[in-house]
T-cell receptor, first 113, second 114 residues
């Protein structure tokens, strides 16, 4: 069985602060993929990143960075210098050997002025 | 990039009627599509996996006769909520699998049953 845990239900920060969203996963598959999605109030899911289990390199894309650590089964997401437009729900998801994506419960990020 | 179009964006229907939601892959063929349901402030729950030309695979606890899924072509899957009731009010999202590991999501449909 697969499981994704996002322990932080809601995070509030002031603009320009850095914020890290945690994601811990469980799977028995040796090959798997991890994802992060952003869901703004309008509802659509915006793809942010995909990482396969064999690539533990951290990635940076602008203000976004991801830290993948297989040893702790974590795939954390950091936003540097947060902005109000970053306010959304962020979901971590896992796909193992099958077709299905398993989503975490999401973290509501609120960035205030 | 890959685009999945989902219609309608929102719909209000009367209790007892049926509602059809469409999910189209616009620039790629999707042999597999997925339907999710999301209640307010909750995660996405997979309802069913839709395979082109065959019957959908439903997750445990999802009523097949209530949520009819048809995937008649490589670019279109539909979800019909039959005899809708207020408890079916929710946000429904489809996604299409484009390649070995990519998923593209529709913009979602907010269903309100009154």
């Amino acid at each position: 069985a697969q499981k994704v845990t996002q322990a932080q239900t809601e995070i509030s920060v002031v603009e320009k602060e850095d914020v890290t969203l945690d994601c811990v996963y469980e799977t028995r598959d040796t090959t798997y993929y991890l994802f992060w999605y952003k869901q703004p109030p309008s509802g659509e899911l915006v793809f942010l990143i995909r990482r396969n289990s064999f690539d533990e390199q951290n990635e940076i894309s602008g203000r976004y960075s991801w830290n993948f650590q297989k040893s702790t089964s974590s795939f954390n997401f950091t936003i540097t210098a947060s902005q109000v437009v970053d306010s959304a729900v962020y979901f971590c998801a896992l796909r193992g050997g099958g077709n299905k994506l398993t989503f975490g419960t999401g973290t509501q990020l609120k960035v205030e002025l | 990039g890959a685009v999945v179009s989902q219609h309608p964006s929102w719909v209000i229907c009367k209790s007892g009627t049926s509602v059809k939601i469409e999910c189209r892959s616009l620039d790629f063929q999707a042999t597999t599509m997925f339907w999710y349901r999301q209640f307010p402030k909750q995660s996405l729950m997979l309802m069913a996996t839709s395979n082109e030309g065959s019957k959908a695979t439903y997750e445990q606890g999802v009523e097949k006769d209530k949520f009819l899924i048809n995937h008649a072509s490589l670019t279109l899957s539909t979800l019909t909520v039959t005899s809708a009731h207020p408890e079916d009010s929710s946000f429904y999202i489809c996604s299409a699998r484009q390649d070995n590991y990519g998923y593209t999501f529709g913009s979602g449909t907010r269903l309100t049953v009154v």
